[in-house]
RNA sequence: GGCGCUAUCGUCUAAGGGUUAGGACGGAGCCCUCUCAAGGCUCAAAUACGGGUUCGAAUCCCGUUAGCGCUACCA
């Protein structure tokens, strides 16, 4: 499968490019890429950033680019990233080419200096614990006064000293120029220079700050849409500025609305806890797809009314102008961690599975639960359970007693039908008994016998029904009696039929 | 504070000058029915506020309010 090839595998290579391809693909291919920093596990924010890129790729038949911004050596930790490989491996979605900007530091520091020759950079030798109280005042906050113009000769000077510096960018806000671009979702978007802070390249100890190694790479790697949070869409002047400085053409800029808690809050661990982490929803039993649908559905629209989509349907309808430009809201509550709608659409591509893929997938659900699987059983419960779970997880609660030797404990007063009493259900138990030990095993046969049952205790349906159902299944809500009892068999009904008699007569005699 | 972005049912969204403001989730009710589901039908539920422009505004413009983002040697 061809969007398996870029599945991260610990101790893989990652793939590449050769420049000659790259000069290749550069005739106007579309080439995305997704940009995580690990400095946590992979956030669902950050997930729908990377499906709107994959799917922007493949409707284009793009590249798929998966780079980690991993430039603050502080802050990034390896079970960061390992998280964040686990994420993406379980959206199933895959990549093209990968690279990690901690290997490419020495092209950061390059370009830095080349800016800063052409005049476009200055160093700033302002301590890094400075009061930062110079910075509120109105204007103070565009640069640190005095650096901005130091004599280069004074410049070189002082870094020859050993005086450690940041190497900030120099906006030339003094023209009163206008920076525009079109956003591919917000539109035309324009900022004044005089309103754009000179922004730091390189970090005193030599490492790109994100502004710079971004840049860079996107132009080193050919990138052609820069498809991102709109927490990014004031820093897009910054970077078109850089763009230019380093003498290459921008990229296009699509923003996509940010994913909100209900509180209109940004989703943190501290405050919403694991709903803002994609494995949450894998360890809730979401099938990956039906999250990935539902993901999509959070500020974008295929322009109808279709909310259950395929992978390929998903590819075939995505494009910038069904990305809404408001925030969205995911829908959760403290007693209901999953957003309602999330829940509905997974079990709506539950029902639409075949019953033994659904089955594949329940299997070490059920093992995992204790359950010893016979798979051939299994096929069977798995199609009577299949529109009664709403994730995978369900399963083992709803199938427990097609599985199980022994029954749950229950309340024997369960056994009792809708007006009627304990005479009756040992009645309906003691009939049962007796037809299922010669009934002809099938729905249809046993059907046909317990009707008649019913018709000569001149009990209703229902009466006749519940009682059986609470003595093999344990409990009043189940699959559809007659299939049930095919299932579970012969010898475990009537096994279990005889405990419910058993509890019935002690209650009795009590 | 400065700059930027956004504003339709509780939530996700459609309608980009003329509709009884549509759909979905969730909620309520009914039907189906051996229970639970699934499915079908019905109901409640929205254009933040104020000004314009126009014969006509959810839609265009301005203002207000609210929310969010950026304003770091985080990304």
């Known amino acids: 499968m061809r969007q398996k090839q870029g599945r991260y595998r610990p101790g893989g290579r990652p793939?590449?490019?050769?420049?000659?391809?790259?000069?290749?693909?550069?005739?106007?291919?579309?080439?995305?890429?997704?940009?995580?920093?690990?400095?946590?596990?992979?956030?669902?924010?950050?997930?729908?950033?990377?499906?709107f890129n994959w799917l922007f790729a493949r409707r284009q038949q793009g590249t798929m680019i998966l780079?980690?911004?991993?430039?603050?050596?502080?802050?990034?930790?390896?079970?960061?990233?390992?998280?964040?490989?686990?994420g993406?491996?379980?959206?199933?979605?895959?990549w093209d080419e990968f690279y990690r900007q901690s290997?490419?530091?020495?092209?950061?520091t390059k370009a830095a200096w080349e800016v800063f020759e052409k005049g476009h950079a200055y160093r700033d030798f302002t301590p890094m614990n400075a009061a930062p109280e110079e910075k509120s005042d109105s204007g103070g906050w565009l640069c640190n006064p005095g650096m901005r113009e130091l004599s280069r000769e004074e410049s070189d000077r002082r870094a020859a000293a050993g005086e450690p510096f940041v190497l900030r960018f120099r906006v030339p806000r003094e023209t009163g120029r206008v920076v525009t671009f079109k956003d591919l979702v917000y539109g035309d978007q324009a900022k004044s220079t005089a309103d754009i802070e000179d922004f730091a390249l390189l970090r005193s100890n030599g490492a790109p700050t994100y502004h710079h190694a971004s840049c860079v790479d996107d132009a080193d790697i050919r990138i052609?849409?820069?498809?991102?949070?709109?927490?990014?869409?004031?820093?897009?002047?910054?970077?078109?500025?850089?763009?230019?400085?380093?003498?290459?053409?921008?990229?296009?800029?699509?923003?996509?609305?940010?994913?909100?808690?209900?509180?209109g809050s940004k989703l943190s661990k501290r405050r919403h806890g694991p709903v803002v982490s994609v494995m949450t929803y894998r360890d809730a039993g979401f099938l990956p797809h039906a999250y990935v649908n539902f993901l999509c559905l959070l500020g974008w629209n295929p322009k109808d009314d279709r909310e259950k989509m395929s992978r390929q349907e998903l590819i075939d309808a995505f494009s910038f102008e069904g990305v809404n430009r408001s925030n969205a809201v995911v829908n959760f509550t403290e007693e209901d961690p999953i957003d309602p709608k999330a829940l509905w659409l997974n079990s709506q591509h539950i029902y639409a599975m075949s019953v033994p893929d659904l089955a594949a997938l329940l299997k070490p659900v059920l093992e995992l639960a204790g359950f010893a699987v016979d798979d051939g059983r299994l096929?069977?419960?798995?199609?009577?359970?299949?529109?009664?779970?709403?994730?995978?997880?369900d399963a083992p609660s709803v199938a427990d007693f097609f599985f199980a030797d022994q029954l749950a404990p229950y309340d024997p007063a369960e056994l009792i039908p809708q007006k009627g009493d304990g005479a009756m259900a040992h009645k309906v138990l003691e009939r049962a008994k007796e037809s299922l030990a010669t009934a002809e095993f099938t729905h249809e046969g046993l059907e046909t016998a317990l009707r008649a049952d019913a018709t000569a205790l001149g009990l209703k349906a229902g009466q006749m029904f519940q009682p059986i159902r609470v003595a093999v299944c344990g409990r009043k809500n189940a699959p559809p009696l007659f299939e049930t009892l095919e299932v579970v068999g012969r010898d475990a009904c009537l096994k279990r039929i005889g405990q419910a008699l058993a509890m019935l007569n002690s209650q009795e005699s009590k």
């Open 103 to 108: 290997d490419r530091f020495e092209l950061y």
């Open 224 to 263: 052609t849409h820069i498809v991102r949070g709109q927490d990014h869409l004031s820093n897009t002047f910054k970077h078109i500025l850089l763009f230019e400085a380093l003498g290459v053409e921008p990229p296009l800029f699509a923003h996509l609305p940010l994913l909100i808690a209900p509180d």
């Open 67 to 86: 780079r980690i911004d991993d430039t603050d050596v502080e802050r990034n930790t390896q079970a960061s990233l390992d998280s964040i490989y686990d």
């Open 15 to 51: 793939a590449s490019v050769t420049p000659d391809e790259r000069d290749r693909l550069k005739f106007q291919m579309v080439r995305v890429r997704f940009a995580p920093s690990p400095t946590g596990y992979l956030h669902i924010g950050s997930a729908r950033t990377f499906i």
């Open 88 to 94: 993406l491996n379980w959206l199933d979605l895959g």
């Open 379 to 393: 096929l069977k419960v798995t199609a009577l359970i299949q529109e009664r779970i709403k994730t995978l997880k």
